[in-house]
């Protein structure tokens, strides 16, 4: 804790008060010495008649932190971090893709006010950032993914963006009407397609996965384990 004492500047304009007074309310002569010497014994009278009536105040404050005390640094602008590379440029420009096409499925998701698009996109979403994550964690599978990304992918934000605009139009006619329905009916197409080529990317897994089963099913049977259950006899 501080102690600050304030001093009041009542005591200050008593003295202003009496010179005033002396000069005009009295007509009191101010031409000799001895005049402005009276006058400043009065003025130092009226001085301590205002301390004694308007004295001096203290009060205590609290001290403020150190961390207070000293100058803060101005806060930096945060730099936009970027993404961390895979050290394999495609893989990189691919990953890049998928954020910024993820990205504005999301706008027009937010745009779109019909439910069934609504959940169209969020399928297309979901289904369009793993394609991409499966094939960069094995590059080797990119050639299967060509055509979705230099044109599947494209041309369904295109579409997208086309029945966003339409149907921000507030108007009904034959052709936005048409427009907007053929884009729907295209939209279920879409999504089966990407679906089913996500699945097409696990092809060879599942064949690998399928011959070591029936590896190790005839190897049970040569032993004798085939069919028994763990704990049987």
């Given at each position: 804790m501080a102690y600050v004492k304030k001093r009041?500047?009542?005591?200050?304009?008593?003295?202003?008060?009496?010179?005033?007074?002396?000069?005009?309310?009295?007509?009191?002569?101010?031409?000799?010495?001895?005049?402005?010497?009276?006058?400043a014994l009065a003025s130092l009278i009226a001085y301590y008649v205002g301390k004694m009536l308007f004295p001096d105040r203290g009060y205590e404050v609290q001290d403020a932190p150190?961390?207070?005390?000293?100058?803060?640094?101005?806060?930096?602008?945060?730099?936009?971090?970027k993404p961390k590379s895979t050290g394999n440029p495609e893989i990189?420009?691919?990953?890049?893709?998928?954020?910024?096409?993820?990205?504005?499925?999301?706008?027009?998701?937010?745009?779109?006010?019909?439910?069934?698009?609504?959940?169209?996109?969020?399928?297309?979403?979901?289904?369009?950032?793993?394609?991409?994550?499966?094939v960069a964690a094995s590059p080797g599978k990119l050639p299967q993914i060509r055509k979705f990304m230099n044109y599947y992918l494209p041309t369904t934000l295109k579409l997208l963006n086309a029945y966003d605009r339409m149907d921000s139009a507030g108007?009904?006619?034959?052709?936005?009407?048409?427009?907007?329905?053929?884009?729907?009916?295209?939209?279920?197409?879409?999504?089966?397609?990407?679906?089913?080529?996500?699945?097409?990317?696990y092809g060879e897994e599942a064949m690998d996965i399928s011959a070591e089963i029936t590896v190790m099913e005839q190897m049970l049977a040569q032993e004798g384990l085939g069919g028994m259950t763990l704990g049987g006899s």
């Open positions: 009041s500047v009542l005591p200050i304009y008593f003295i202003g008060g009496t010179w005033l007074v002396w000069a005009w309310l009295l007509r009191a002569p101010l031409y000799r010495p001895s005049h402005y010497i009276m006058a150190p961390s207070a005390q000293q100058a803060q640094p101005r806060p930096q602008p945060k730099q936009e971090q990189d420009a691919l990953l890049a893709e998928r954020d910024r096409a993820v990205s504005e499925m999301r706008r027009l998701n937010d745009a779109i006010e019909d439910p069934r698009i609504s959940a169209q996109i969020s399928l297309l979403e979901t289904t369009t950032g793993k394609i991409i994550d499966t108007v009904s006619g034959a052709n936005i009407d048409g427009t907007k329905g053929r884009i729907e009916d295209m939209l279920d197409t879409i999504c089966t397609a990407f679906t089913r080529l996500l699945d097409d990317l």
